[in-house]
């Protein structure tokens, strides 16, 4: 079955890195777009990026341009969510998602908390 695995989640300051990772089982992964979104406490989930099956073209939230890449290693699985200059409004959890056949598959999501 498909399944999407986040990692790499943690408490940093503000001003910080890291790197999210986004392993993937159960479909052929590089077929298809991959996105990251986010949901911060008592808000909406959102986009934060995403990547086409291929790497060549990715979007990103306005919030995020010039601080967060995505990129992806189609012989690993996985998708990779770099993050610099973290802010303290970038708290949330981190989910990866595909829609395969017009069904989403969600993971279960990695907590990023930022304190200043």
């Known amino acids: 079955q498909v399944q999407l695995v986040e990692s790499g989640g943690g408490l940093v300051q503000a001003g910080a890195s890291l790197r999210l990772s986004c392993t993937a089982s159960g479909f052929t992964f590089s077929n298809y777009r991959i996105t990251w979104y986010r949901q911060a406490p008592g808000k909406e989930r959102e986009l934060v990026a995403a990547i086409t099956s291929g790497g060549r073209n990715t979007n990103y939230a306005d919030s995020v341009k010039g601080r967060f890449t995505i990129s992806r290693d189609n012989a690993k699985s996985t998708v990779y969510l770099q993050m610099t200059s973290l802010k303290v409004e970038d708290t949330a959890v981190y989910y990866c998602?595909?829609?395969?056949?017009?069904?989403?598959?969600w993971g279960q999501g990695t907590q990023v908390t930022v304190s200043s």
């Open positions: 998602n595909t829609q395969i056949l017009y069904r989403n598959y």
